[in-house]
């Protein structure tokens, strides 16, 4: 408990300090934007702080949340801020199952024997571990014989604990005369530079898997590349679907992570999978997009293929993890039907927010959070 106190308050600390620079980086352009003084900016950013939510300054500014026209009192206060992940892995989770989640090997061994369709595996770059009969590459040596040799391109390549797609690379094939691998975005990377790139997360481990092709009405309106959805489940006790969204990759992203400067992001109606509308960016800073900037195509209002599988394959597959109350599962629609990328302990709180303007403490949320005791405000 002294322990758990003493975070939180080191936390807040934290926030308090960087207050000062949120506020100078962006509170004169909210000033302009909506009437709201400095003044009253930082002392809405320190209640929202204190509060059940827990914001910190860069998210008040991200949501706009000093935007008066656009959320009342309490609308701010059902937001919720990064810092309460880890309250929600306290209050939902058993931490036994977390290796689930975070281990991919671990979790495509589970959705095998669930039967749940996930991307088929090559290989694995790890010094000592296995995994059933997959080519186990040890080192930097082997992993350079493995991809000038067996390797079956097109592929992708990632860590086995990664975590918000970083260190994704997707490889269209090997150039033999040169030696190099060409990625999907265009660019190059000689092997030995590759195998150089790998080897210090070789301890965590590495997954080679295949590269999934997008649903054909996807392929026509966002190109190759794998555009996902996000489902985020309870269980209380069934499955119930609160957020749904769907991540869209441009230019020269390898992933559809939100992250990446021109990624898109937008909520489906969950009912009908229809995509109500998209944008880029943040805060001041967010535009709508209605076509997706490659193939021009309009996005907004498309019904997404697949999608009742999408969904009872996310109630299937939140049924079968009792010990993670809140899930967040990615989901590839394929040119194979839906394929589950991963499932995500909590898998954050701010795209779900960010993409219908609303906090997450409402609804069965807040009556979950309430039943494990914790009051929202």
Same mark, same amino acid.
Request: with cysteine.
């Given at each position: 408990?002294?322990?758990?106190?003493?975070?939180?308050?080191?936390?807040?600390c934290k926030?308090?300090?960087a207050?000062?620079?949120?506020?100078?980086?962006?509170?004169r +352009?909210?000033?302009?934007?909506?009437?709201?003084?400095?003044?009253?900016q930082?002392?809405?950013?320190?209640?929202?702080?204190?509060?059940?939510g827990r914001l910190?300054?860069?998210?008040?500014?991200?949501?706009?949340?000093f935007?008066?026209r656009?959320?009342?009192?309490?609308?701010?206060?059902?937001?919720?801020?990064?810092?309460?992940?880890y309250?929600?892995?306290?209050?939902?989770?058993?931490?036994?199952?977390? +290796?689930?989640?975070?281990?991919?090997?671990?979790?495509?061994?589970?959705?095998?024997?669930?039967?749940?369709?996930s991307?088929?595996?090559?290989?694995?770059?790890?010094?000592i571990?296995?995994?059933?009969p997959?080519?186990?590459?040890r080192?930097?040596?082997?992993?350079?014989?493995?991809l000038r040799?067996?390797a079956?391109?097109?592929?992708?390549?990632?860590?086995?604990l990664?975590?918000w797609?970083?260190?994704?690379?997707?490889?269209?094939?090997?150039?033999?005369?040169?030696?190099?691998?060409?990625l999907?975005?265009?660019?190059?990377? +000689?092997?030995t530079?590759?195998?150089?790139?790998?080897?210090?997360?070789a301890?965590?481990?590495?997954?080679?898997?295949e590269?999934?092709?997008?649903?054909?009405?996807?392929?026509?309106l966002?190109g190759?590349?794998?555009?996902?959805?996000?489902?985020?489940?309870?269980?209380?006790p069934?499955?119930?679907?609160?957020?749904?969204?769907?991540?869209?990759?441009?230019?020269?992203?390898? +992933?559809?992570?939100?992250?990446?400067?021109?990624?898109?992001?937008?909520?489906?109606? &969950?009912?009908?999978?229809v995509?109500?509308?998209l944008f880029?960016?943040?805060?001041?800073?967010?535009?709508?997009?209605s076509?997706? &900037?490659d193939t021009?195509?309009?996005?907004?209002?498309?019904?997404?293929?697949?999608?009742?599988?999408?969904l009872?394959?996310?109630?299937?597959?939140?049924?079968?993890? &009792?010990?993670?109350?809140?899930q967040?599962?990615?989901?590839?629609l394929?040119?194979?039907?839906?394929v589950?990328l991963?499932v995500?302990?909590?898998?954050?709180v701010?795209?779900?927010?960010?993409?219908?303007d609303a906090?997450?403490n409402?609804?069965?949320?807040?009556?979950?959070?309430?039943?494990?005791?914790?009051?929202?405000s």
């Amino acid at each position: 408990m002294f322990w758990r106190l003493r975070q939180r308050v080191s936390r807040f600390c934290k926030d308090f300090v960087a207050l000062p620079g949120e506020l100078w980086e962006h509170g004169r +352009a909210a000033r302009k934007a909506s009437g709201k003084s400095l003044l009253s900016q930082a002392i809405e950013m320190i209640a929202l702080r204190w509060g059940k939510g827990r914001l910190a300054p860069y998210e008040y500014y991200e949501y706009c949340l000093f935007d008066d026209r656009r959320f009342s009192p309490g609308q701010k206060r059902a937001f919720l801020g990064r810092h309460m992940t880890y309250d929600l892995w306290e209050l939902f989770d058993s931490h036994f199952w977390h +290796a689930i989640a975070n281990d991919k090997l671990v979790a495509y061994g589970l959705f095998d024997a669930l039967q749940l369709p996930s991307p088929k595996l090559h290989a694995l770059f790890h010094p000592i571990r296995r995994h059933g009969p997959l080519t186990a590459v040890r080192d930097g040596m082997q992993l350079g014989q493995f991809l000038r040799e067996q390797a079956l391109f097109p592929l992708v390549a990632k860590p086995v604990l990664g975590m918000w797609g970083k260190n994704v690379y997707a490889i269209e094939r090997l150039e033999r005369e040169s030696d190099e691998l060409v990625l999907t975005n265009g660019q190059r990377m +000689a092997v030995t530079d590759f195998v150089v790139a790998l080897e210090p997360l070789a301890k965590q481990g590495w997954i080679f898997q295949e590269l999934l092709k997008p649903h054909p009405l996807l392929l026509e309106l966002c190109g190759s590349r794998i555009c996902s959805v996000r489902v985020v489940t309870l269980l209380d006790p069934e499955p119930i679907v609160i957020s749904t969204l769907w991540k869209v990759a441009v230019g020269n992203a390898m +992933a559809d992570n939100y992250w990446e400067p021109g990624n898109l992001v937008g909520p489906i109606d &969950p009912e009908t999978g229809v995509v109500g509308r998209l944008f880029t960016g943040l805060g001041l800073q967010r535009r709508n997009v209605s076509e997706h &900037p490659d193939t021009g195509k309009r996005l907004v209002g498309i019904t997404l293929p697949d999608w009742e599988q999408v969904l009872e394959l996310c109630r299937e597959g939140t049924a079968s993890l &009792p010990g993670l109350k809140m899930q967040a599962w990615d989901i590839a629609l394929t040119d194979q039907g839906p394929v589950m990328l991963e499932v995500n302990i909590i898998g954050g709180v701010r795209l779900p927010q960010l993409v219908v303007d609303a906090g997450m403490n409402r609804g069965p949320l807040r009556e979950m959070l309430r039943k494990y005791g914790y009051m929202p405000s």
